[in-house]
């Protein structure tokens, strides 16, 4: 069985790649960096979502020897020309403060009416090899910015993206039926095309 680290120390997405990878038949063994804590935590330094993935999983499969997945994800507003991107997680200046973040986006869209407050979830994911060689897999959740917040699942901007075709909120959704549509689904299901070609 080959082993394929996944560069995240959230357990919730090593279980969610982990259940893809199995539900397609594939024979690897999913990790998460937790199994490697001598491994330091790699800047985001890209301009892009598939840049910042693809610097996380190359550093890992080089400092590890093994097949890496990493992926990097945002809310992109179209109003605002798809910010914040990959500032979505630190938007209100400190990384991870999510009610600071989504107060201040919808403080910017205040006056911005129903009709265009269209957005997406998209999250890029990577899958790197020790001698090189990467792809990238993209994944996307379109919607509609609600001017409240709903719902008390999830995490982030989830409280108020509105998924098209969808009454509800992010927040709102089971964890079931979040994964079914969400951008990071989208973009793992997408990898294991890639998982097979690459590790066999």
């Not at 550093?59 to 945002?74: E, F, H, N, Y």
């Not at 992010?170 to 994964?179: D, G, I, S, V």
Request: some cysteine.
């Amino acid at each position: 069985m080959k082993r394929l680290i996944l560069a995240t120390r959230n357990a919730h997405k090593v279980t969610e790649l982990r259940s893809i990878l199995t539900g397609a038949g594939l024979d690897v063994e999913l990790v998460g960096a937790d199994a490697y804590p001598e491994i330091p935590d790699v800047k985001e330094t890209g301009v892009t979502f598939a840049e910042n993935a693809l610097l996380k999983a190359h550093a890992l499969a080089r400092a590890t020897g093994l097949p890496a997945v990493a992926d990097d994800s945002g809310l992109c507003v179209d109003v605002l020309n798809g910010a914040p991107g990959i500032f979505s997680a630190r938007w209100a200046g400190r990384h991870g403060d999510d009610k600071a973040n989504l107060d201040l986006l919808l403080a910017q869209l205040s006056d911005i009416a129903a009709p265009h407050r269209a957005a997406h979830f998209a999250c890029a994911a990577a899958l790197a090899l020790p001698d090189g060689t990467e792809r990238v897999v993209e994944g996307r959740l379109r919607g509609t910015l609600r001017t409240e917040p709903a719902g008390s699942g999830g995490f982030g901007y989830d409280p108020i993206l509105q998924p098209d075709g969808e009454t509800r909120t992010c927040a709102e959704l089971t964890a079931e039926e979040k994964n079914a549509i969400s951008h990071r689904g989208q973009a793992f299901r997408a990898l294991v095309p890639v998982v097979r070609e690459l590790l066999g």
